[in-house]
């Protein structure tokens, strides 16, 4: 069983930058396959980005792509996704999952996912 948190939420203008982190305890998440979603008011959660197990490989939801990074510190047990260029658009609670299975790469879908976060708020003022 793996417990993760997330935090670095808040509210900013729109173009300001924001590194949200997701501490895993329970069990190291070294094998796990990491990713990052988010749900807006009245819309289905979506799929944000993702991490390999090894950090090799990272994939991005086309709306993100090129503003966000995800990363992973496995010495920390510890998820990030640095976001910059923020836009309204991207308010939304932010959570942070993991697939216990070892992929080459995430799955964009989120019931491949096995652990979930409590979420953190993101929120961005035009």
């Known amino acids: 069983q793996v417990q993760l948190v997330e935090s670095g939420g808040g509210l900013v203008q729109a173009g300001a930058s924001l590194r949200l982190s997701c501490a895993a305890s329970?069990?190291?998440?070294?094998?796990?396959?990491m990713a990052w979603f988010r749900q807006a008011p009245g819309k289905e959660r979506e799929f944000v980005a993702g991490?390999?197990?090894?950090?090799?490989?990272?994939s991005y939801a086309d709306s993100v792509k090129g503003r966000f990074t995800i990363s992973r510190d496995s010495a920390k047990n510890t998820l990030y996704l640095q976001m910059n260029s923020l836009k309204p658009d991207d308010t939304a609670v932010y959570f942070c999952?993991?697939?216990?299975?070892?992929?080459?790469?995430?799955?964009?879908?989120?019931?491949?996912?096995?652990?979930w976060g409590q979420g953190t708020q993101v929120t961005v003022s035009s």
């Open positions: 329970g069990r190291t998440i070294s094998t796990d396959t």
């Open positions: 991490i390999s197990w090894n950090g090799f490989r990272m």
């Open positions: 999952a993991a697939d216990q299975r070892t992929w080459i790469s995430a799955s964009t879908f989120a019931r491949d996912y096995d652990y």
